[in-house]
């Protein structure tokens, strides 16, 4: 069965960079499509990048374009969110999540299995 655990989180200042990790055991991340999102109390998750497992096609929101980058590592079954010039706006549990290979969207509820979370918090 597949399992995801995110990891990397942590509190930051603005300006600056975290590298969030997406683990996943029980399968190949290599069969799906992974895409990372953000959460705060009180608001809607909200999906941040994608990466399409044929060809590793990306996607981001507008709001991160510029600024955070999505890759995966096959040989670590491990996906990455690589964020920098962080703003407090990026604030938030971050979530990766996995998707079937024909789904390219950045909406939550196309997305099937989820990790935890890791909570990022970008404050002076």
């Known amino acids: 069965q597949l399992q995801l655990v995110e990891s990397g989180g942590g509190l930051v200042q603005p300006g600056g960079s975290l590298r969030l990790s997406c683990a996943a055991s029980?399968?190949?991340?290599?069969?799906?499509?992974i895409g990372w999102f953000r959460q705060v109390p009180g608001k809607e998750r909200e999906g941040v990048s994608c990466?399409?497992?044929?060809?590793?096609?990306?996607n981001y929101a507008d709001s991160v374009k510029g600024r955070f980058t999505i890759s995966r590592d096959s040989t670590k079954n491990t996906v990455y969110l690589q964020m920098s010039s962080l703003e407090p706006e990026d604030t938030g549990v971050y979530y990766c999540a996995t998707t079937s290979p024909i789904i390219t969207t950045l909406w939550p509820s196309f997305y099937e299995t989820w990790g935890q979370g890791t909570q990022v918090t970008v404050s002076e």
């Open positions: 029980g399968a190949s991340l290599d069969d799906y499509n």
């Open positions: 990466i399409s497992n044929e060809d590793n096609r990306t």
